[in-house]
């Protein structure tokens, strides 16, 4: 009997995609006092295919042409200033069981003040430490399966995921486009993941 899946998908707090970016007066980081804010749409996609992985784990009378493992819970998490509750109110309001919300006071979160940056700046979490925050609520939290969006539209670093799986010593895949399973061939019990992702010449998995 196959172990339900514990899905995580972290979101983060993005200035909205539709806004033009405006530098600051210092000219050290982007503007984000008075702007609108929501949740990255990468983040949004991922929450998506963790919602269809639940979906097609429910039995109904139309059965899902790639069924999964049972779908436990979806979990979702934000670390940043208090009004990251916003962006997980929009992931329980999509289907997401459960939010946990860890507070960063954007002045404090580095321990330092940026180089040649104003008087109280500071800098933003690292992908490092938020891959460690991830590892210590994976392990925490019995999470046993994680998407991350690709990446965040605000900085585009692109590089928590593989820090997270590197900490975690789990497999992974990235650039995802599709993420279907398949259940365990030549006898074997379990399940497999099948992740399809576009290339330049097609898609590959």
Not at 26 to 46: G, M, Q, W
Not at 62 to 89: E, F, N, Q, Y
Not at 134 to 163: C, H, P, W, Y
């Amino acid at each position: 009997m196959s172990v339900p899946l514990k899905i995580l998908v972290p979101v983060k707090r993005v200035i909205d995609y539709a806004i033009k970016p405006r530098v600051n007066t210092t000219r050290t980081a982007i503007e984000t006092t008075n702007v609108k804010h929501s949740l990255n749409p990468f983040d949004e996609l991922s929450l998506e295919a963790a919602i269809r992985l639940r979906e097609a784990s429910t039995p109904g009378p139309k059965k899902s042409p790639h069924p999964s493992p049972l779908v436990a819970d979806i979990l979702a998490l934000s670390a940043g200033p208090a009004k990251c509750t916003d962006v997980l109110r929009t992931a329980m309001a999509m289907g997401a069981d459960r939010a946990i919300h860890v507070e960063i006071d954007p002045k404090t979160s580095s321990g330092k003040e940026k180089e040649g940056g104003a008087e109280g700046e500071s800098q933003e979490l690292e992908p490092l430490g938020v891959a460690k925050l991830l590892a210590k609520v994976v392990q925490e939290e019995g999470r046993n399966f994680v998407i991350l969006g690709k990446q965040s539209i605000d900085d585009d670093s692109n590089q928590t995921g593989q820090m997270l799986a590197g900490l975690l010593g789990w497999g992974q895949a990235t650039q995802a486009s599709e993420i279907v399973f398949e259940e365990a061939k030549d006898g074997k019990e379990g399940w497999m993941v099948k992740v399809t992702k576009e290339v330049d010449g097609g898609v590959e998995t």
